[in-house]
């Protein structure tokens, strides 16, 4: 049997440039930001948000980005300048929103490295931990959606999420179809691609956000050897041995709750606020179970706070015998699918020809 490492993540998600106030006197190994790092993608929020990991005490702090983050992914930012009518002023656009790049190249800047911040493009990541935990794990950041936001795909066109099967942790800005993506409008908005992909590689850990009424995480029980063309929530999860940790259901009153239910959830809430977080350390059986949360930290009102997750797995140990740490890293990387940004100045590509 594999030897392993206990791993503690911090989990959070959809911060939308706000300045949230996380759990004090904290240490974890890697923290995870799952997108929508802002509300308006302004250089104003990305700097918010970067102040706001910098205040994080792990070494290792992954980010993908957002549907909100639109300057993250120039197509869209290119798009949407092109569309505005009438045509934005450069200036301003460059003051509020920076030139094509500016936003990505923040996170790779000089002060973001020394302070243990990646920013993850979309594929498989492998990460030696100061530790002594090899985490591999896969990274996207696209929703299905109609409308005209960042890392967005058409509903009918699908989307391919190519994660392989012996990775330990997904993260996603949103969440698959049928877990924890149940929205106020009574539908469920998560994605069919992406719970197939995440059944075929079934990590120990998916965390996404972006629904922010689905907040809490549930322990996936997996029915295994489910064809590819039946694989959806009714089918795949065997409800009867899952276990949903929290929700927003367990938390807020609702109409037909009894009085002293009310004061139970009153209760718990309370405890949890007081705390600053919510605890998954649920064992998980690889291959057969799947820790599921979403860390949606911004909560359906605007002023409403939600709850990061502290989460406790157990990593395979890393065949490194060499150190993985220094004054200018966090962690030795590989880097399987995807790109790597490298860049120690803030550049950017000009909104107009120079």
Not at 280 to 297: M, Q
Request: hydrophobic letters at 35%.
């Amino acid at each position: 049997m594999e030897e392993t490492v206990a791993t503690r993540f911090l989990v959070l998600s959809d911060t939308h440039g706000d300045d949230f106030h996380l759990p004090s006197g904290q240490t974890y190994d890697v923290a995870i930001h799952c997108g929508d790092l802002t509300e308006e993608s302004k250089l104003a929020e990305f700097e918010a948000c970067l102040k706001l990991l910098c205040t994080i005490d792990a070494p290792l702090k992954l980010v993908i980005g957002g549907n909100h983050d639109f300057t993250l992914d120039t197509p869209m930012f290119k798009r949407k300048l092109d569309e505005h009518s009438p045509p934005l002023e450069v200036e301003l656009v460059r003051r509020e929103y920076g030139d094509f790049g500016h936003a990505r190249a923040l996170f790779d800047a000089e002060d973001a490295r020394e302070n243990g911040i990646v920013f993850l493009d979309e594929g498989t990541h492998q990460f030696e931990l100061q530790h002594g935990a090899r985490l591999t794990l896969y990274a996207s950041p696209f929703t299905p959606s109609k409308s005209d936001w960042a890392f967005q795909y058409r509903p009918a066109e699908g989307h391919t999420f190519d994660m392989p099967e012996d990775v330990d942790v997904v993260v996603t800005h949103g969440p698959p179809k049928g877990i924890m993506d149940y929205t106020d409008a009574r539908y469920r908005a998560g994605c069919a691609d992406l719970f197939s992909a995440i059944y075929r590689s079934r990590p120990q850990m998916h965390c996404f956000g972006h629904i922010h009424e689905g907040w809490g995480a549930k322990k996936v029980h997996w029915r295994l050897g489910i064809p590819e063309d039946d694989q959806t929530h009714f089918t795949a999860i065997d409800n009867d041995k899952s276990v949903v940790l929290e929700n927003l259901a367990g938390l807020q009153s609702r109409k037909f709750d009894t009085p002293e239910r009310k004061v139970q959830k009153a209760t718990k809430a309370k405890e949890y606020t007081d705390r600053g977080y919510c605890l998954a350390a649920e064992t998980i059986e690889p291959g057969e179970e799947t820790l599921c949360v979403n860390a949606a930290l911004q909560g359906t009102d605007d002023h409403q706070m939600q709850l990061p997750w502290i989460v406790k797995l157990h990593l395979p140990r890393s065949r490194s015998s060499m150190p993985t740490h220094s004054s200018s890293a966090t962690m030795k990387r590989k880097l399987s699918v995807g790109k790597e940004g490298a860049s120690k100045k803030i550049k950017g590509e000009q909104l107009t020809p120079e």
